[in-house]
């Protein structure tokens, strides 16, 4: 074969190759608190809620090794993770506290709310088949007369078996917690 059918050939091999990608599968974090024994007249604002960036992507990040991580390029958030995180935490928030009333901030003013809420999250790491941890600090600020309490939220759910749907399901676990405390604090004040 000459050299010229030999490049053709090669061309056509590495084309096929790219053409067989296979499709991206997309996660989401689940709302999934327990619905409230009392409801509480009140009405909540969440947000901002904030990432940090290194996680702040599509693609889902993974630990592979100390200071070290990883992009999956075709396991991915469904949504963007700071709208999915804000979402599940209202939608817990509501269910926790028995209101319908709990917005996402900026989407709605919080300007009408009795409670804001604000999270700042510091760690959101991923092992697959290990882990998922969830380190953040917020706040939960009264409107009517400015009382504010800030507190920290540090959980680490694990990880049943080394798929990313059990990796999402422990996030959401982890986030889960996040909002169990947040409605503590909301019926204390």
């Not at 084309?15 to 709302?31: D, F, I, K, V």
Request: hydrophobic share 50%; glycine share 4%.
């Amino acid at each position: 074969m000459s050299l010229a059918g030999r490049l053709g050939t090669l061309l056509c091999v590495l084309a096929a190759g790219c053409a067989s990608t296979p499709p991206a599968r997309l996660y989401m974090l689940s709302a999934s608190s327990p619905a409230a024994e009392t409801a509480l007249d009140v009405s909540v604002s969440v947000g901002p809620v904030s990432i940090p960036a290194a996680v702040d992507r599509p693609q889902i990040v993974v630990a592979s090794a100390a200071d070290q991580v990883q992009l999956y390029d075709f396991n991915r958030w469904a949504s963007p993770l700071q709208e999915n995180l804000s979402s599940v935490i209202a939608q817990n928030l509501a269910a926790l506290l028995g209101t319908s009333r709990v917005t996402r901030f900026p989407k709605t003013s919080s300007a009408d709310a009795d409670f804001r809420v604000a999270v700042d999250v510091q760690r959101f790491d991923s092992v697959i088949g290990q882990w998922a941890a969830l380190d953040a600090l917020w706040t939960v600020r009264r409107m009517r007369d400015g009382n504010v309490q800030i507190h920290r939220t540090s959980v680490r759910e694990p990880v049943h078996d080394d798929s990313f749907e059990a990796l999402a399901a422990a996030h959401s676990r982890a986030a889960a917690r996040l909002s169990q405390d947040i409605a503590e604090v909301v019926r204390a004040l």
